[in-house]
């Protein structure tokens, strides 16, 4: 995932690590809760869940008292302990907060779709074939978005089960697809705050 930035005249973009420099070059007691929420997203977004976790640790226990990092940090306690049908729920849950920046929506939209390819890597390297029921309950859907969904993945449907090996085709979760257009101008939005943050490491 990468941050737009058309700064001192030149179009560049700012990879994931940038802010992970920002967490070790920084004593996290300093930040304010919507950073210190968009360094663990940013974690969460390569899948990274030891350094998620790392990160926690290190936040002042006022800080984790908080109800937009508590929301948050839930979501890395769902992954962890493979509680996959939470997942999903966890980032809706964080996304319905009042107190969410733009910044913080987006990356938690980004972070729903890396969760369902996550999903979805996880049902095909541990199921022969999974309920239907049990598969729209990891995704957080009714069954007849399921069914549409496993379909575009090539898997077979078939009297209430899906068969997720029954294809050739592998799931890709290498880095993100190209951002939209709708996508760059969103999160060429991010930018002024992340260079002030960047100005203060």
């Not at 058309?6 to 070790?24: D, I, K, M, N, Y």
């Not at 996959?84 to 929506?105: F, M």
């Not at 077979?156 to 979760?173: A, D, H, T, Y």
Request: hydrophobic share 40%; proline share 1%; charged share 25%.
């Amino acid at each position: 995932f990468f941050f737009f930035s058309s700064r001192r005249r030149h179009t560049r973009f700012l990879p994931v690590s940038w802010a992970r420099r920002c967490v070790q070059e920084t004593d996290l007691v300093e930040y304010n809760e919507e950073i210190a929420a968009l360094h663990i997203l940013a974690h969460l977004l390569n899948w990274d869940l030891a350094n998620a976790r790392f990160l926690w640790k290190r936040l002042s226990e006022g800080f984790k008292k908080l109800a937009q990092l508590e929301a948050i940090y839930q979501i890395v306690r769902d992954i962890w302990t493979k509680s996959y049908k939470n997942v999903l729920r966890s980032i809706k849950q964080a996304q319905a907060l009042k107190q969410n920046t733009q910044p913080i929506a987006i990356l938690l939209e980004e972070l729903t779709q890396v969760a369902i390819k996550q999903i979805n890597l996880y049902v095909q390297n541990n199921y022969v074939s999974i309920n239907l029921k049990e598969y729209s309950e990891l995704l957080h859907c009714n069954e007849d978005q399921a069914t549409k969904h496993a379909r575009t993945l090539g898997w077979k449907v078939e009297q209430g089960f899906i068969l997720p090996r029954e294809n050739n085709r592998s799931i890709e979760l290498g880095e993100f697809e190209k951002a939209s257009n709708n996508q760059i101008q969103q999160i060429s939005k991010i930018i002024s705050f992340m260079e002030r943050l960047g100005d203060e490491v």
